[in-house]
């Protein structure tokens, strides 16, 4: 599955962003599908990740109440919305998709490009 990801910007912190990520290639519905970031000299890490079916979600305690992830299988695009953006949040955001949401959160199965998140103080 090929996965493009949209939607990062510069942002002031308080701010909102929603990050798009549109994939093409295979069977979008049948696939768990999520985000990473990584910070500037930081390893990267999971952030939200969401099952075929959107029964299930799970995020990163650090965006907990704050990140919302989502997806439309009608348009095989999946989306995580960012509120009460933090400076610590400014990273290059990567969509993944993978078999399963723990699959996804150890070691997804396909990566897209990276947008860039910056937060602004």
């Known amino acids: 599955v090929q996965l493009q990801a949209c939607g990062g910007g510069l942002v002031q912190a308080g701010g909102s962003l929603r990050l798009s990520c549109a994939a093409s290639?295979?069977?979008?519905?049948?696939?768990?599908m999520g985000w990473f970031r990584q910070a500037p000299g930081k390893e990267r890490e999971f952030v939200a990740t969401i099952s075929w079916n959107g029964g299930n979600l799970y995020y990163a305690d650090s965006v907990k109440g704050r990140f919302t992830v989502s997806r439309d299988n009608a348009k095989n695009t999946g989306y995580l919305q960012m509120n009460s953006l933090k400076p610590e949040d400014t990273a290059v955001y990567y969509c993944?998709?993978?078999?399963?949401?723990?699959?996804?959160?150890?070691?997804?199965?396909?990566w897209g490009q990276g947008t860039l998140v910056t937060v602004s103080s």
């Open positions: 290639g295979r069977t979008f519905s049948s696939d768990a």
């Open positions: 993944v998709a993978g078999s399963s949401t723990g699959r996804i959160r150890t070691r997804p199965d396909y």
